[in-house]
């Protein structure tokens, strides 16, 4: 069984940092793209980042570039994504998801709340 459990958000004041985690299980996670979402309230689920399998390319999305970093460890089967200068606009519950036999594949969510 596929599963992904994200861990690290919480409480942040404007202009500081949050690293999340996702840590993976029930597939060969070395082998498959990896991706960051969130939703806020009232809100559509938006594309955070991605990460190939390898770790070799990463994408973002226009409203964090050049503040968050998407990353894997493979020997740990975990994603992260590291989130410096954060905005109030940033607040959401954040999500790691994988496509798994032609299947989306989520974790639980972990909120993100930023605010003074």
């Known amino acids: 069984q596929v599963q992904l459990v994200e861990s690290g958000g919480g409480l942040v004041q404007p202009g500081g940092s949050l690293r999340l985690s996702c840590a993976a299980s029930?597939?060969?996670?070395?082998?498959?793209?990896m991706t960051w979402y969130r939703q806020a309230p009232g809100k559509e689920r938006e594309l955070v980042a991605s990460i190939t399998a390898a770790g070799s390319t990463t994408n973002y999305a226009d409203s964090v570039k050049g503040r968050f970093t998407i990353s894997r460890d493979n020997a740990k089967n975990t994603v992260y994504l590291q989130m410096n200068s954060l905005k109030p606009e940033d607040t959401a519950v954040y999500y790691c998801?994988?496509?798994?036999?032609?299947?989306?594949?989520w974790g639980q969510g972990t909120q993100v709340t930023v605010s003074s």
């Open positions: 998801n994988t496509q798994y036999y032609n299947r989306h594949y």
């Open positions: 029930g597939f060969t996670f070395r082998y498959y793209f």
